[in-house]
């Protein structure tokens, strides 16, 4: 079986609007079954958790079902499968967790290259609990993160090392495994920011080495929360701040009131919708999420490859997304325009791709590009060849417009 991206847009209801999007990496399109996930869930009996009433054996069940969804996304134990708002606010409740345990003199170390959720819980923890914050620059020429840059940086008071799996601003993919290495010798821990790279990745918490790891189901169909995964043990050691009544048991401890059941059902639509996709629909669902993402990643790489072509051909267009390995996400600027007109540009074109730093304001200040950044284009599974081209016609045309005065 082939990858059959026309078959696989006619479940996006929101693709029937015509627009060409690019706005993956800021969350993608929700197809047809995780609408149906959370609508049926929401029009069924719901209740909260118990074993009694059918509404509360639903909702037991969503939550079962959602963690085994995950830590099969993850290759992580479902024991170790957190609930949050969002990937912030599971990053700033560990950060205050974590801290609570540091002492002045101990060293945080945090990379230039991360979307903020994954540098300020960090360093606003390390500064109360009198911690010494650390960055590891990313090569802004390359927009390479290596290992080395975060090695040469550990010392015997490191306690955590926290680094993106993929920029959410120009793509780079840092050699988890790697750092892991480094920051495990030194006797740290590791924070992966995994929320870019789910859209894109297979991912396996343990090869990576991430002691947690946490991304947001809304990049991957979804809908919008976040979720940490971790080592059970790990979480057991652990004591967040909770209500007196409320469980005490891993994971629930880490998750604040009543869990949004019709989300969880959405993820877990989610999931499986990812795992559809694989060109085989035999084996268990780890074994079609590879084979998912491989026919993904072979999609996108083959689209980026026409897209980046296109686009060096265009006059006064300046990439930043230069990793030898990368998301298909790139950034661009314009000679004597800025990246907010072309972004409005194209949006009279039907096709969007916004303009900014997307919270990456380390990133983008280290480029060069201040806090404005650039124009981002992401793709997605659903991309083809017709959003692309649209794309390159459109930035053609804008540059052959005059600047506004």
């Known amino acids: ?23 993956g990496p800021g969350g993608t399109q929700t197809p047809t079954p995780v609408i149906k996930a959370i609508a049926d869930t929401l029009g069924g009996p719901l209740s909260v958790r118990g074993a009694v009433a ?27 499968i957190v609930f949050g708002r969002s990937a912030t606010q599971l990053t700033y409740d560990l950060a205050r967790t974590l801290s609570a345990q540091w002492t002045p003199g101990d060293e945080i170390i945090v990379s230039r290259l991360d979307h903020d959720a994954n540098i300020r819980p960090w360093t606003q923890a390390a500064e109360r609990a009198g911690a010494v914050v650390r960055f590891a620059e990313f090569d802004p020429a390359t927009g390479e993160l290596p290992p080395e840059a975060v090695g040469g940086l550990l010392t015997r008071r490191t306690r955590l090392v926290a680094v993106t799996g993929a920029s959410n601003l120009i793509g780079t993919r840092p050699d988890l495994p790697a750092i892991a290495s480094l920051v495990h010798e030194a006797g ?16 396996d918490v343990r090869h990576l080495g991430a002691d947690f790891l946490v991304c947001s189901a809304y990049k991957f169909f979804g809908p919008h929360h976040g979720i940490l995964a971790a080592d059970p043990a790990l979480l057991e050691t652990l004591r967040p701040d909770k209500l007196a009544p409320s469980s005490d048991a891993v994971p629930e401890r880490f998750e604040l009131g009543t869990l949004p059941y019709e989300a969880l059902a959405g993820t877990i639509a989610a999931v499986d919708f990812i795992a559809d996709m694989a060109p085989e629909r035999d084996g268990s669902r780890p074994d079609r999420l590879r084979s ?14 026409t897209a980046e072509h296109a686009l060096y051909a265009l006059d006064g267009v300046t990439c930043y997304s230069r990793a030898a390995s990368r998301t298909p996400t790139l950034l661009l600027t314009f000679e004597d325009r800025s990246a907010a007109e072309a972004y409005r540009f194209l949006g009279t074109l039907g096709v969007h ?6 919270y990456a ?45």
Do not use: C
């Open 361 to 405: 304001l380390e990133a983008s200040r280290h480029l060069g590009l201040g806090d404005t950044g650039g124009l981002r284009v992401g793709l997605s599974p659903y991309s083809d060849a017709d959003d692309v081209e649209r794309l390159v016609a459109g930035l053609a045309e804008f540059l052959k417009t005059r600047q506004a005065p």
């Open 54 to 80: 059918p509404g509360e054996i639903n909702a037991e069940r969503i939550v079962v079902e959602f963690r085994r969804a995950m830590a099969d996304l993850l290759g992580a134990d479902p024991a170790g």
């Open 188 to 203: 740290a821990l590791l924070h992966v920011d995994a929320v870019h790279l789910a859209a894109h990745a297979g991912i």
């Open 292 to 305: 998912a993402y491989a026919a993904i990643d072979s999609h996108e790489t083959s689209l980026l490859a």
């Open 1 to 23: 079986m082939t990858y059959d991206v026309s078959a696989l847009r006619a479940q996006f209801p929101a693709l029937t609007a015509g627009i060409a999007h690019f706005d």
């Open 353 to 358: 791709a916004p303009a900014g730093s997307f």
